[in-house]
Every structure is written in structure tokens, then in C-alpha cells.
């Protein structure tokens, strides 16, 4: 089963609050929830992470879900260069990422 | 400055002829990590280390070997490439156990195995 389940790809405006889904319906209590992304085919870049609290850092808001099984991504003014496929990955067995295939997110001026 | 290095960048090798991937940090982190990624599967990790001497399999280690003889490399080791190792490689590399810090990532190494 897949760790987590997220939109293939989104269209967002510049400016605008771009929202990222993620399901993770099967992570246990212990299990974080990461969030990277990768523009073209550069290493990822590592964005934002929770457990059970929402989190908000310079780049990024990240909204969990009480019961943990799905979580957002909020960047709050997108720009063109926020273009980028955007993972969402749980960390399981506490050493092993779970990247999944992402969301293509398309910012369109 | 602050970065993982992998080399080389780009390698196109023949069938069951061995090669290595050098993967270097300057940051002292603990653990590391490879990871391949192919069209439509996300990058999956092939290995891990969490220190000098300690490696574990990640999702998809067959056909793969890894040593962590010092702490700041990693070498990812192809004993027989077959073509359906042709893939992105990608290095990573952190400061301590991944639940507690974030992973830094090298720049790519692209493999084409005939």
C-alpha cells in the first residue's frame, strides 16, 4: 500500500495561496510527516515537517489533521519559481523515507 | 560551503562492467542516504547509514552495495549494472536520525546502463 497519496498536479496563480494535499491514512503515532520539493530534476529541497501540531516556517504552512491521515501544504503567495513537483513523505521505521510520486505544481502568471 | 557532492554527474556505462558513485559531505552529518527516482515513481531509497560502519537496506537494494568506512562518505557500488538500473541517483545526507533533522541532498548523478 502506498504510504502516501497526493494529486498528480495542480495549477495555481501567481500570488495566490497555492494548497497541497496529502493523504497518509496509514501513519502511525510516531511517524512524521515531511514535506520537499524538486525543481526539474535538481535534489529535492527539504521545505517544512510535523508530527501532530500545525507548523508554519518561512516558506511554508503545514496544516495536519487531528486524526494524523492527511495534511496540507500551504505556500501563501505563490511565485513562478514555486514551480516545482512537491513530495509529501512520511518517515517510517524512524530511518526510512517514503517519498511517493508528488504533485506537479504548475504557477501561472 | 555547506553541500553533498556527488560524482560523477553523468555516466554512461555498458552492461556488468562495475562502477562506483562517490558521494561526499563537508557537514558531518551521521546519515546518509541513496535514493533513485524514475518517471512516475517519486525517488524510493536504495540505502541508508545511520554511521561509520552501520548500513541498512532501504526499499530497493538489490543489485546495489554500499560501505560507510568514513564518516563523510558514501559510495554507492554497482558490482553487475543491468539497464534497469538506469535511473537519477540522488545523495543525501543529514545531521543526525532523519526525525530530528532534515536531509540535504547532492545534485544528481545520471546513469545509462546499455
Known amino acids: 500500500d502506498a504510504k502516501t497519496t497526493q494529486p498528480t498536479s495542480m495549477d495555481c496563480a501567481e500570488g495566490r495561496a497555492a494548497n497541497l494535499p496529502c493523504n497518509h491514512s496509514t501513519i502511525s503515532g510516531n511517524e512524521y510527516v515531511y514535506w520537499y520539493r524538486q525543481i526539474h530534476s535538481q535534489g529535492p529541497q527539504y521545505i517544512i515537517h510535523?508530527?501532530?501540531n500545525n507548523e508554519t516556517n518561512e516558506m511554508a504552512s503545514l496544516i495536519i489533521t487531528e486524526d494524523r491521515k492527511s495534511s496540507t501544504l500551504i505556500l501563501p503567495h505563490a511565485t513562478l519559481r514555486d514551480t516545482a513537483v512537491y513530495y509529501c513523505i512520511v518517515l517510517y521505521n524512524f530511518n526510512k523515507f517514503y517519498f511517493g510520486s508528488g504533485t506537479k505544481l504548475n504557477v501561472k502568471p | 560551503e555547506a553541500q553533498v557532492t556527488q560524482n560523477p554527474r553523468y555516466l554512461i556505462t555498458v552492461t556488468g562492467k562495475k562502477l562506483t558513485v562517490t558521494c561526499s559531505q563537508n557537514?558531518?552529518?551521521?546519515?546518509m542516504s541513496w535514493y533513485r527516482q524514475d518517471p512516475g515513481l517519486g525517488l524510493r531509497q536504495i540505502y541508508y547509514?545511520?554511521?561509520?560502519?552501520?548500513?541498512d537496506k532501504g526499499d530497493v537494494p538489490e543489485g546495489y552495495k554500499v560501505s560507510r568506512k568514513e564518516k563523510r562518505n558514501f559510495p554507492l557500488i554497482l558490482e553487475s549494472p543491468s539497464p534497469n538500473q538506469t535511473s537519477l541517483y540522488f545523495c543525501?545526507?543529514?545531521?543526525?536520525?532523519?526525525?530530528?533533522?532534515?536531509?540535504?541532498f547532492g545534485p544528481g548523478t545520471r546513469l545509462t546502463v546499455l
Open positions: 557537514m558531518n552529518h551521521e546519515y
Open positions: 543525501a545526507s543529514s545531521l543526525s536520525e532523519p526525525v530530528a533533522d532534515t536531509q540535504y
Open positions: 510535523g508530527l501532530k
Open positions: 547509514s545511520m554511521n561509520v560502519e552501520v548500513t
